[in-house]
């Protein structure tokens, strides 16, 4: 029997797809109160929250994560129905397993055996749990990290519960992200017959200069934590689907992924600088996704790094690679922020699943964290 294992299982079998949560956080709140802890259930629009806190003294060191999954898309592609929590030759089978309903598991029973041996630790802990980070991300966490900031309430530092790992448990943590802006830009034109172009107005060949200079630009040269910024041309789409007509407006989607080398502010002028200088007439309009954020070598990296090689007898290295998580919302209030979970290699896929192994691993290395910073 494993404590890790079982509560993974019961997480998994509730279908908690964005934004449900399926009764996750009622389980895992039940659970914390019997240690301590005292649940604060946050709902906003159609996003159900949980801020549980055990402790009033600092420092807070949080755990977070989400309860709810992507879709699992044709059911009839997975070796095992996604939400049976199916454990098979080593591996707990279903959607969430590794992203991150395994994670939340492996938090939980590390934070109840944590407790059992220390109840009189230091600081707090804190549980930050939310139910739409796979969804639109504007009723979960955020809303939550806004809620304690009017009250004046800090996380010190925080474990996101992220699948981290790449080709084996904890070879890899991360303790920053790159920034993330998309830009929609309508370049006009006019539309008209190509055989009489001089009565028309050709959008796409109006931007090719732009677009080949928007491509090319060397935006910044990155640092020590973060590679170079990086923007991709994500959607393009002009004309009506006929051959003989030249379209009136050109529409592109592209993102940055940005460095602390540069602001999302300092991103805008440049396009707008290109554009004007490519003499194009535009709309122009942004989604700013989340700022970089990094965490320096310190008190939670070593915490980190110490429970890991006390596990695992290695140590991590240190990343700032791949896409966003909640922990944007978190380290803007100061707070110390790293990821850490299980391997990436199924999350979203058919057919996700985790370790049952490293599952156990990962809540043995959360404690070892908490005894680090709390005893």
């Given at each position: 029997?494993?404590?890790?294992?079982?509560?993974?299982?019961?997480?998994?079998?509730?279908?908690?797809?964005?934004?449900?949560?399926?009764?996750?956080?009622?389980?895992?709140?039940?659970?914390?109160?019997?240690?301590?802890?005292k649940n604060e259930p946050m709902f906003f629009?159609?996003?159900?929250?949980?801020?549980?806190?055990?402790?009033?003294q600092k420092p807070n060191v949080c755990f977070a994560g989400h309860t709810d999954v992507v879709p699992t898309g044709d059911e009839s592609k997975w070796r095992f129905p996604p939400f049976a929590g199916i454990e098979d030759n080593g591996y707990l089978h279903g959607r969430g397993a590794a992203d991150m309903k395994g994670s939340l598991a492996a938090m939980v029973v590390a934070t109840e055996r944590f407790v059992a041996k220390y109840p009189q630790h230091k600081g707090s802990i804190s549980f930050l749990i939310t139910s739409d980070e796979e969804g639109p991300f504007i009723n979960g966490t955020t809303r939550v990290i806004d809620t304690l900031e009017a009250r004046n309430e800090k996380i010190d530092m925080c474990i996101v519960g992220e699948p981290s790992s790449t080709d084996k448990l904890a070879d890899v943590v991360k303790n920053g992200r790159r920034g993330s802006l998309t830009a929609f830009l309508t370049v006009k034109g006019k539309q008209g017959h190509v055989a009489y172009p001089h009565l028309a107005n050709n959008p796409v060949h109006q931007s090719s200069g732009f677009l080949q200079a928007l491509c090319s630009e060397q935006w910044d040269q990155g640092n020590e934590f973060f590679p170079a910024t990086s923007m991709q041309i994500s959607n393009i789409h002009a004309g009506t689907g006929a051959g003989n007509v030249i379209p009136g407006d050109l529409e592109v989607q592209f993102n940055f992924r940005y460095s602390t080398e540069l602001t999302a502010q300092q991103i805008q002028e440049r396009v707008v600088a290109m554009l004007e200088q490519h003499k194009i007439t535009y709309d122009l309009s942004w989604i700013h996704n989340g700022q970089p954020f990094i965490t320096e070598p310190g008190e939670l990296i070593d915490a980190v790094q110490n429970a890991i090689h006390e596990q695992l007898g290695y140590s991590a290295e240190l990343q700032t690679s791949g896409g966003t998580s909640d922990g944007r919302f978190i380290a803007p209030t100061g707070a110390k922020v790293i990821e850490?979970?299980?391997r990436n290699a199924t999350i979203h896929q058919v057919d996700e699943c985790v370790s049952c192994e490293d599952l156990e691993n990962l809540a043995l290395i959360y404690e070892g964290i908490l005894r680090q910073l709390l005893t």
């Open positions: 029997m494993s404590d890790v294992l079982d509560l993974a299982k019961e997480l998994i079998r509730r279908e908690s797809v964005t934004p449900k949560d399926a009764g996750c956080q009622h389980v895992i709140a039940e659970r914390l109160a019997k240690v301590g802890f629009v159609d996003t159900l929250n949980t801020w549980s806190r055990r402790g009033e850490l979970g299980p």
